[in-house]
Structures are given as C-alpha cells and as structure tokens.
C-alpha cells in the first residue's frame, strides 16, 4: 500500500477504560490502533470492585460508541441526587449542607463499563499480557517505535506506529520519561473502601436500617460530614452498596507501585470501632459486615503544563493524577479520548502536530482547573487547611460556605468542547 493510502496507526499503552476510549475514538477517527496491556485479558466474571459515576458528558460519549446506547442504562443505576450532610454522633444531629437534585449521573460497576467498550472493538488490537518497556521517537519525528515484553515468554516485541497514546494510569512510565521529577503528592489522608454485597437477603436487618437511614439511597450519592473527615455511600447494579471512609493520616510506606495498602485484622477492627462512634448506627453497621474492606492512598499531581511531545499524548490519570472528591477521574479520561479523536480527524494524520496542539488546548485548561479544585474539596471536606479559609466544621458552616460541597461547583461542569458538539 502506497504512504498516500496507509492508515495511520497508533499504539496504546494501557488497557484501562482510557486505553479502551482511545482506541474506539481513534478506530473512529479512522486509524488503526493496537493496545499495549500488561493483564492477562480483559476483566471477566462477575462484576467487582468499586463504583464509577458518569457525567452527561461521558454518558453522551460513550452511547455514541454502541452500537445499541440503551445498552448504557442496562448497567447503571441513576444518580439523580447529590447529596453532603454534617453529622454529629454526640449530639444525634444530622443536618443538611448541600443538595442538588438534579444531578442527572449514572452508576456503573467499573468492570461493566469496560466490558461494555471493550466489546465495541475488535479483540485482534490487543496485546494482553504485554509489559511496556520503553519507546524511541525517529529522527525525522514521523514514528514511534514501542518495546514490549510478553510476560509468558519473556520475548521482546516491536511495534512501529505514528503515534503514541499513554494511557498508562497515575504512575506513567511513559511520563516520567519526558517529565522525570514529576511525582505523586500524597494527600495528607487515605480511604477506606468497601463493596457490601446484599444480594442474598435484600430484606436483612442492616438493609432495612440503611434504606431507612438513606431514604434516596438508589438514586443518589450520600457523604456524610464529621469533623476532620467524611464518607460516601451509594447503591451499584447487583444489590451491592459502595462505601468510602477518608481519614487524615500520615504516608504510610508502601512496597512496589501499588496505592492499596495491606489491612491488618486489628487495623479492621480499630477502623469498626471508630466508625460506630461517628458515623449513623446503620451506616456503621454497613461497614462492620462488609467483607474485606481495604485501604488507598490518595494521590494527585500538580497540572501539568504540556501533555504531548512529538508523537506521544498523555491521556487520562497519565495527564491528570487527581483525588476521588469530584468523580473525575473516568469522566476525564473519556473526553480525552473523544477530544483526542476528533481533533485527529479534523486535522489528518498529515498535521499529526496540529492535532495534538489543538488537543492540548482543548483539554489542558479543564483539566488544570479540576484537579485543583478536587485537591480543594478533599481539603475542605476533610477540615484540613487551605491558604485562604479556616478549617472547615461541617457543624458550623453556612449555606455559603457549603455550596463548594456540591459537585456542580466543579468548574467546567457543564461544558461540552466545540469540537464535540
């Protein structure tokens, strides 16, 4: 095939569900695409871990992407309300901060989502059970050349492409090769995190109590507020609840790349006893039968100022390390993945640069803005200091104060890029 004629091909770093948005928008956009992805294959089984809350936005997106988009809402459940109260276990108060009821996300198991994007491409693009090793840029700045190794066999793999898409996570290998001293920032505190399956007695005891306690449980996502730290709670498909605690905590050591830290029986225990001092009896209930709760360290990374270089484009957490508090993290990595199609449609494989520049502006002035406002929330919610307010008490704040607490306080919340429209 003549240069004229020949697709232009990328090559994905990462499986993720930024890895799998990339190469539907990309394929979209008409180039060819492989995956890079050190797993085995693509998530299968029953659906597990923790929950991902869509925007519109990424509702829009993706059901563009099915070819059947009702197919979103047969794995989500809504998520109408948003919801933020103080709580204070001493004084048996439950107060109201924030609530926005027409919040208009939807709830999905992370494992349904992926499978439901993955199953859009073609399996042949995928490179299970490859570990990237390093990549080299060509003189001319016209391809990337990608190492990979296959974990099975140790055999080392070549693979040409035009352009290099990392969406490698958090911790990208591929940044830090152009960006060597950017690092993590650990928070100041740590979440615990749990699944409560209920699926073989809906009509227990601790169900009944929840529901009672969290009348919109089902429809909404509920963060309770007490001094210095917070919780949210939400329902997923398959009679599952998601919980998350947030404690300040000092960096604990951790071994190897991962941000889940190994609990101890006792570390469980101490974590139930706190819980039923705080936090509402049933919603401490919640936790004390959840099976194998665990515990993340929570991270971010200052904005980056560039995110593609030559040939290569960081996308998702590889762009944009940010807190869980606005629900970002997926969301982003979905418009990434669409901006990123589209401008390399508009502009052809033959203004590769034009492309990625138009990306970068597109993306980069969001994304700055939302992860420092996460960063924000996290400290406001759990009443750490900022430079500019005194420590938030969700038991004194007025209205005013509270509006922060809303996700709608995100800017660009509602903002759909032009080139998407």
């Known amino acids: 095939m003549s240069e004229r004629m020949r697709k232009p091909k990328a090559i994905i770093v990462g499986g993720s569900i930024a890895g799998i948005s990339c190469a539907k928008a990309l394929i979209l956009a008409g180039w060819d695409v492989v995956v890079i992805e050190k797993t085995r294959g693509p998530p299968t089984g029953n659906p597990t871990g923790a929950g991902i809350a869509l925007h519109p936005l990424s509702q829009k997106i993706v059901k563009s992407w099915l070819h059947q988009p ?15 109260r103080a709580v204070d276990q001493e ?13 208009n996300y939807l709830q999905a198991h992370w494992t349904d989502l992926h499978s439901l994007i993955y199953n859009t491409l073609p399996p042949e693009i995928f490179f299970w059970g490859h570990l990237y090793l390093t990549f080299c840029i060509s003189h001319d700045k016209s391809t990337v050349n990608v190492k990979a190794k296959n974990l099975k066999t140790d055999e ?11 969406a490698d996570g958090s911790r990208s ?3 830090q090769t152009f960006l060597p001293d950017s690092k993590l920032r650990y928070t100041g505190y740590c979440g615990w995190r749990g699944v409560f399956d209920f699926s073989e007695n809906e009509n227990s005891e601790t169900i009944q109590g929840i529901r009672k306690a969290y009348p919109t449980l089902g429809n909404g996502v509920h963060m309770d507020l007490a001094s210095g730290t917070y ?63 665990f515990l993340n360290l929570i991270y971010d990374c200052d904005p980056l100022t560039q995110i593609y270089w030559d040939n290569v484009v960081l996308i998702g957490d590889a762009a944009h390390p940010i807190t869980p508090h606005c629900a970002r993290s997926t969301n982003m990595a979905i418009a990434d993945a669409a901006v990123l199609g589209k401008c390399l449609e508009k502009w052809g494989p033959e ?5 990625l520049e138009e990306h970068q502006s597109v993306r980069l002035p969001v994304t700055t803005k939302q992860v420092l406002h996460s960063r924000r929330v996290g400290q406001i919610k759990l009443g ?14 007025s209205p005013e104060d509270c509006e922060i607490l809303k996700q709608r306080s995100l800017p660009f919340f509602d903002d759909v890029p032009s080139i998407l429209e």
């Not at 009702?70 to 933020?84: G, R």
């Not at 101890?264 to 959840?290: G, L, N, Y």
């Not at 203004?351 to 492309?355: F, P």
């Not at 750490?384 to 704040?397: K, Q, V, Y």
Request: overall charge negative; glycine content about 2%.
């Open 70 to 84: 009702d197919l979103l809402h047969s794995i989500t459940l809504p998520l109408t309300i948003d919801q933020n």
């Open 91 to 103: 004084k048996n108060i439950c107060r109201i901060l924030a609530r926005d009821e027409n919040f």
């Open 156 to 166: 080392v793999i070549d693979i040409a492409g035009d352009l290099l898409v990392a």
């Open 173 to 175: 290998s591929v940044r």
């Open 231 to 293: 919780t949210v709670l939400d329902e997923l498909m398959y009679k599952r609840l998601n919980w998350i605690w947030f404690i300040s905590q000092p960096e604990p050591q951790l071994k190897g790349d991962s941000a889940t830290m190994k609990v101890s029986s006792d570390m469980i225990k101490k974590m139930h006893q706190e819980a039923e001092k705080i936090w509402v009896p049933e919603f401490a209930r919640v936790i004390k039968e959840t099976k194998e709760p």
């Open 351 to 355: 203004n590769l640069h034009s492309a």
């Open 384 to 397: 750490l200091p900022t430079p500019d307010r005194e420590p938030f008490d969700p038991n004194t704040a």
